[in-house]
């Protein structure tokens, strides 16, 4: 993939920037950014003077906002790829194996989709205006894989299920106390910080990080079967009525009304 349209990628010192750059639709993806975001990582990898990966966004406005809602309520489905394919549960695997650390600058709302990407980030470093959550239950949509699971590790079973469950936005400084970021810093300071964070791995030995991330990963590796059963079943509950209603109202700016549906 020569040029990017949706994301953009910047190979500076040790670090390979990657930036989503859709900040009119709050910098959610569609399938060609996801495209287009597995093709920088790979890039990332295949290139020995990256030692870091930071992702991050464009605007002060948000990280990412998970999937384009817009785009599911128009068409139903997240538009068209090279591959055919809509490859999230690809770079999720992608940001969990690539063997160089990944650092989140989260810049803004990392909402549904985008907070899981955050998630999976190896450490996270957030503005002091960011603000994090899961959307899916809201919007006819879950991630019942890393999203869920690997979530549970990181912030714990209650607050897990609380996030997922209330569809609440947590604040920066909540998020740290929670152990789900890092470090929180002055927005206009974020990506100076994290580039200082690479600058910090960057001197380190890259084949201890390596088998150091892989190390980390084996405990939760078997999340990625359960993520895989979790995008089919998504896939599957994609084309019911029940989930059409979630993004349509989005679309619509009005509230969803599930009452109609049960879970027995
Ligand atoms: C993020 C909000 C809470 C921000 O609210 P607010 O500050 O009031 O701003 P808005 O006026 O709502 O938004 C500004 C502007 O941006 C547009 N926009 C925002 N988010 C999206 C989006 N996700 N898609 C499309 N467009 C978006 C918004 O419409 C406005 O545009 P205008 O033209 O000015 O009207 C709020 O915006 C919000 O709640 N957004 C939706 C968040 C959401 O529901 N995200 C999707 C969650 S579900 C998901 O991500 C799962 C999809 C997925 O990723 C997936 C799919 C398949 C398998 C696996 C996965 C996975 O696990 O990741």
């Given at each position: 993939m020569g040029s990017y349209e949706d994301i953009q990628y910047a190979v500076e010192g040790p670090a390979a920037v990657v930036t989503i750059n859709r900040p009119e639709r709050y910098n959610s993806f569609r399938g060609k950014t996801v495209e287009e975001l597995i093709a920088a990582f790979r890039a990332a990898w295949a290139d020995?003077?990256?030692r870091v990966v930071i992702l991050t966004a464009a605007?002060?406005?948000?990280f990412c906002t998970g999937g384009d809602v817009k785009q599911r309520a128009e068409t139903g489905d997240y538009g068209p790829t090279e591959s055919g394919m809509f490859e999230i549960g690809y770079l999720h695997k992608l940001i969990r194996d690539i063997p160089k650390p990944v650092i989140a600058a989260v810049n803004g709302l990392a909402i549904g989709g985008g907070h899981v990407l955050h998630v999976l980030c190896d450490l996270s470093i957030a503005a002091e205006t960011a603000k994090f959550g899961q959307a899916g239950p809201r919007v006819g949509?879950?991630?019942?894989g890393f999203g869920s699971a690997f979530l549970a590790r990181i912030v714990g079973e209650k607050r897990a299920r609380e996030i997922w469950f209330l569809c609440r936005q947590y604040d920066a400084a909540t998020a740290e106390r929670w152990g789900l970021v890092n470090a929180v810093v002055p927005g206009d300071q974020l990506l100076a910080e994290a580039k200082r964070w690479a600058e910090e791995i960057a001197v380190l030995s890259p084949t201890a990080i390596k088998f150091l991330k892989q190390s980390f990963n084996a405990d939760t590796d078997h999340q990625a079967g359960l993520s895989n059963m979790a995008m089919s079943a998504l896939s599957v509950f994609g084309e019911t009525e029940e989930a059409h209603e979630g993004a349509a109202a989005f679309a619509e700016k009005r509230k969803p009304d599930f009452s109609q549906y049960a879970a027995l």
């Open positions: 020995p003077q990256v605007g002060e406005k948000a949509s879950f991630d019942a």
